[in-house]
Nanobody
Framework: QVQLVESGGGLVQAGGSLRLSCAASRNIVNTMGWYRQAPGKERELVATITFAKSTNYADSVKGRFTISRDNAKNTVVLQMNSLKLEDTAVYYC????????WGQGTQVTVSS
């Protein structure tokens, strides 16, 4: 079992930046990442990163968001720049540890 704890969500104006952090309760040697779910929509991939730090991004966030991880500290960070109204969602930290594992979610609200 592993627990994922997110932090860093909040309210920001369009064009601003936020940094989301996720701490795992134990070492994760598999893929970690971030997903998001907006009201009335399905959960969607934002970005993932492997233990070797290979990254993958949704087309909608490429060039604006950066995912990184610190394997020694069991953390993954999502730096979000140039935020848009459509980035408003609950963001969930993800890790694969025998099963799909999710954090509790953190709200990101982008205002005009």
């Amino acid at each position: 079992q592993v627990q994922l704890v997110e932090s860093g969500g909040g309210l920001v104006q369009a064009g601003g930046s936020l940094r989301l952090s996720c701490a795992a309760s134990r070492n994760i040697v598999n893929t970690m990442g971030w997903y998001r779910q907006a009201p009335g929509k399905e959960r969607e991939l934002v970005a993932t990163i492997t233990f070797a730090k290979s990254t993958n991004y949704a087309d909608s966030v490429k060039g604006r968001f950066t995912i990184s991880r610190d394997n020694a500290k069991n953390t993954v960070v999502l730096q979000m720049n140039s935020l848009k109204l459509e980035d408003t969602a609950v963001y969930y930290c993800y890790a694969w540890f025998k099963v799909d594992t999710w954090g509790q979610g953190t709200q990101v609200t982008v205002s005009s």
